[in-house]
């Protein structure tokens, strides 16, 4: 089985963000980065699935050169080999154009994606890689069974319901955080690691990319509303403060 | 601006007002069929075909976001997902407002090109208000390659969090496993139960039917006390209708300090005791 997981790199979790000097994007200067934390749980699973079915797990990711180290972390996990689309700034389309042009000579029988990413969020890359490859798709994953010729998944659904789903392979789902436990790599997957193979596809001389359909003008902090009432300080201060709020204004304890 | 609004019983009149606003003409469809992605794809291209709108508004329901970016790809257009606000200058087209970075910023995010474009408005975000006229749409035909089974819920929630009047509630400010006890203590103190943000439950730091947000439990306690949580709109919907909220955390711009009516800026560690300590005093 073979199967493909899209990564993608994005600031380090509690990273102080702050905006470059036009406010179109945040400065990157001074960031690090990780892997979107569903796309984590997308490997994990894909990894579990080889172990469970034999077979390949492919790492695919668009970005600048600093994502190969994203890459290069998927592999010391255990994924068999890299794909690595140098690329920034377009759009959801143009992004998933790329991933669909990489993938359909590779003809993979499964593609998993996380389900949104943690700095963006617009929680539809993977769904619109599908439509491009003509693939069905299904989405906000808790569980993944591969059957003869089919894979069935559990969908999540608000407020704690559940869906099975079946469809037949290929297919592309896209995958929530929690539905299994990370492994960490080990000394002896990241030496393996370095010897494993990355391909990297520049964007120069390919297809032109269709313009995007929509622009993000700039970026902002939202408006504070100053509602609450903020205890800054000495800790004990501060929470004698709030008890007191909590008792003769609020009224609750 | 033609609009095309379609309804879901999930979010139905706040996908109406929030169609209103944007355009005069308005139509709203609800879809004659159980859900699968492909059954609605090809039967709200079809209804698009025939209708032509401009814009095309959904709820962003868990239903939207397994289809409609796919929809969108079928007109060659993104879908502009979790909007929180529209703003219309002079001509079109217009200007939508949706969160990044975990709600640290705001977008404006501007359409290009001609229609069909495709949003999506966040829950909560627009008040419902009137409700016109809501269409049953049937397509000519369908097909689809998932198969759905009946929704289930896993086995009964050994815990009621709704039943509770007071919450503490932790998130991923906690770190790691053996730090939950900090909490407990402040939970115990106030006699209050013990719920948790989704990564927390993800984790198995605590069991899932202590999960508050938009796929645990929806929560309206006396007092809620968020420690270490950041505030995640699938976090907020699950709380923020709280009598009063509380907001522990060390970052000041931490977006869960926007629906908090007290806070305290600081370390956890020392602020979460020190609550503890005060309260034993105070008896
Ligand atoms: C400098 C800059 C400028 C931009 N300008 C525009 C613009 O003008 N218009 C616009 O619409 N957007 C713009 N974008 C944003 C756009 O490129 C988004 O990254 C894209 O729409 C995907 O959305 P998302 O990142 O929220 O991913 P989601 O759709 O939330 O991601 C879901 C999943 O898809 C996969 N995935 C997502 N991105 C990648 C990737 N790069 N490589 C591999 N897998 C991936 C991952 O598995 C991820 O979990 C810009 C981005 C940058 C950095
Ligand atoms: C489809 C979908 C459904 C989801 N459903 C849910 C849901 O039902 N419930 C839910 O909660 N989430 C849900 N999420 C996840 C949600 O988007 C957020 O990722 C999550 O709520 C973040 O949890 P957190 O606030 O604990 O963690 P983080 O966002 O990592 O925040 C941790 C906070 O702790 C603070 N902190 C760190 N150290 C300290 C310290 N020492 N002292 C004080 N503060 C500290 C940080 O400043 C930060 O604000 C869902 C997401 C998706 C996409």
């Known amino acids: ?134 693939l069905p798709s299904s989405t906000i994953i808790m569980q993944v069974e591969i059957q003869p010729g089919k894979v069935r998944v559990k969908r999540e659904l608000e407020d704690g319901w559940f869906q099975h789903i079946e469809m037949p392979l290929p297919a592309v789902l896209t995958i929530q955080s929690g539905l299994n436990k990370l492994r960490y790599a080990t000394l002896m997957g990241i030496k393996k690691a370095k010897t494993k193979e990355i391909k990297v596809i520049s964007l120069d001389g390919a297809a032109e990319v269709a313009p995007p359909s929509a622009v993000i003008e700039k970026l902002y902090a939202p408006e504070k509303n100053k509602q609450a009432q903020i205890f800054e300080g000495d800790p004990r201060t501060a929470a004698a403060k709030l008890v007191e709020k909590l008792r003769f204004e609020a009224r609750v304890l | 601006m033609s609009v095309l609004a379609i309804v879901e019983q999930r979010m139905a009149s706040e996908v109406l007002a929030a169609a209103q606003q944007f355009g005069s003409d308005v139509k709203a469809y609800s879809i004659d069929l159980p859900y699968t992605a492909d059954a609605y794809t090809s039967a709200v291209e079809e209804l698009i075909r025939k209708v032509n709108p401009t814009l095309v508004v959904f709820g962003h329901t868990y239903q939207t976001r397994d289809y409609a970016p796919r929809l969108a790809a079928r007109f060659g257009r993104t879908l502009i997902g979790d909007v929180i606000a529209a703003r219309f200058e002079k001509k079109d087209p217009p200007v939508f407002v949706r969160q990044m970075f975990q709600g640290k910023f705001n977008a404006d995010v501007r359409l290009v090109g001609d229609g069909p474009h495709f949003v999506s408005i966040q829950a909560g975000a627009w008040r419902a208000d009137g409700s016109p006229q809501v269409e049953k749409f049937s397509p000519a035909s369908v097909t689809s390659r998932q198969v759905a089974e009946p929704p289930f819920r896993e086995a009964a929630r050994a815990v009621d969090l709704t039943a509770a009047d007071i919450i503490v509630s932790v998130g991923r400010g906690i770190k790691e496993k053996e730090n939950i006890p900090v909490v407990e203590a402040l939970a115990q103190a106030l006699g209050a139960e013990l719920a948790a943000s989704r990564p927390i439950c993800d984790a198995g730091w605590l069991p899932m039917d202590r999960q508050v947000g938009s796929s645990g439990q929806t929560v309206s306690p006396k007092v809620y006390i968020a420690v270490g949580i950041s505030g995640a709109i699938q976090h907020l919907v699950g709380m923020k209708g709280a009598k009063t909220i509380v907001a522990i955390n060390k970052d000041p711009d931490a977006p869960i300090f926007e629906v908090a009516h007290y806070g305290i800026v600081g370390d956890l560690f020392e602020v979460v005791p020190a609550l503890v300590e005060e309260l034993k005093k105070t008896k």
């Open chain 1, 1 to 134: 089985m073979k199967i493909a997981v899209a990564i993608k790199q994005v600031p380090l979790r509690d990273s102080p963000l702050r905006l470059n000097a036009a406010g179109t994007w945040i400065d990157e200067d001074t960031l690090s980065f990780e892997i979107n934390e569903p796309d984590a749980y997308a490997l994990e699973e894909a990894l579990q699935l080889r172990e469970k079915h034999g077979g390949e797990v492919i790492v695919i990711s668009v970005g600048p050169a600093r994502v190969s180290q994203t890459i290069r972390e998927a592999l010391a996990k255990g994924a068999d080999r890299g794909i690595h689309i140098e690329s920034s700034s377009i759009d959801t389309f143009g992004i998933a154009n790329l991933l669909a042009t990489a993938l359909r000579p590779e003809s993979p029988d499964l593609i998993l994606t996380g389900l949104q990413s943690d700095d963006l969020g617009y929680g539809q890359t993977g769904v619109v890689l599908a439509q491009l490859l003509g």
